[in-house]
C-alpha cells in the first residue's frame, strides 16, 4: 500500500523539470529583453541576446528546480491527490469515484531517466484531467494500478 503522507516527485526528474523551465524563460527572454536592451544600449544585438537568454535559461532552471521541489502527491481513502507551489498553492483531489481512465505518458528523455507522467482523467467536463508529472515510472504503475483496481471494484458495486 501507499504512504498516506505526501511524497514527494524522484530527484532525478528535477533536471528534467528545471531544463522545460529554463528553456521556457530563455526563448523570451533573448529576444524580448535581447532586444530591447541592445536597442537602448545602442550595443550589438546578437551578443546581448545571447547574454539575455543565457540569464533566462539560468534563471528558468533555478525556478524550476524550485518548482520541482514543491510538487507532490498522495493516495489515501479519500482518493488521490496532487499538490503544488509555494507562494500559491494548488491541491487538487480526485475521489476514486470520479477516475474514468488513467494514461502514462513517456517522452524519451522520461524513458532514459525511468519516469512517467501520470494522467487521471476524471468525470466531468470535457478535458477534466489531473497530471502529474516525472513519477518514478515504478509508483506511476502502481498508482495507475491501484485506481484502476479501486475504479473496477466501484464499478461493480
Known amino acids: 500500500m501507499f504512504p498516506a503522507d505526501w511524497q514527494p516527485l524522484p530527484r532525478r526528474g528535477a533536471l528534467l523539470y528545471a531544463a522545460g523551465a529554463g528553456f521556457?524563460?530563455?526563448?523570451?527572454?533573448?529576444?524580448?529583453?535581447?532586444?530591447?536592451?541592445?536597442?537602448?544600449?545602442d550595443l550589438p544585438r546578437v551578443p546581448i541576446i545571447a547574454a539575455a537568454a543565457l540569464a533566462g535559461l539560468a534563471l528558468g532552471g533555478l525556478v524550476g528546480l524550485r518548482r520541482h521541489r514543491r510538487i507532490g502527491w498522495k493516495l489515501d481513502a479519500d482518493g488521490f491527490a496532487t499538490r503544488r507551489g509555494g507562494l500559491?498553492?494548488?491541491?487538487t483531489l480526485v475521489p476514486v469515484s470520479r477516475v474514468q481512465h488513467l494514461d502514462l505518458e513517456r517522452g524519451p528523455l522520461e524513458r532514459k531517466l525511468g519516469l512517467a507522467t501520470l494522467v487521471v482523467h476524471t468525470a466531468g467536463t470535457r478535458m477534466a484531467?489531473?497530471?502529474l508529472p516525472l513519477l518514478a515510472l515504478d509508483d506511476a504503475e502502481a498508482l495507475r494500478?491501484?485506481?484502476?483496481?479501486?475504479?473496477?471494484?466501484d464499478?461493480?458495486?
Not at 88 to 91: Q, Y
Not at 145 to 153: D, K
Open 129 to 131: 484531467a489531473v497530471k
Open 88 to 91: 500559491w498553492r494548488t491541491e
Open 24 to 41: 521556457a524563460l530563455a526563448v523570451p527572454a533573448g529576444l524580448g529583453l535581447g532586444m530591447v536592451a541592445s536597442t537602448l544600449l
Open 145 to 153: 494500478a491501484h485506481l484502476a483496481r479501486q475504479v473496477e471494484t
Open 155 to 157: 464499478d461493480a458495486l
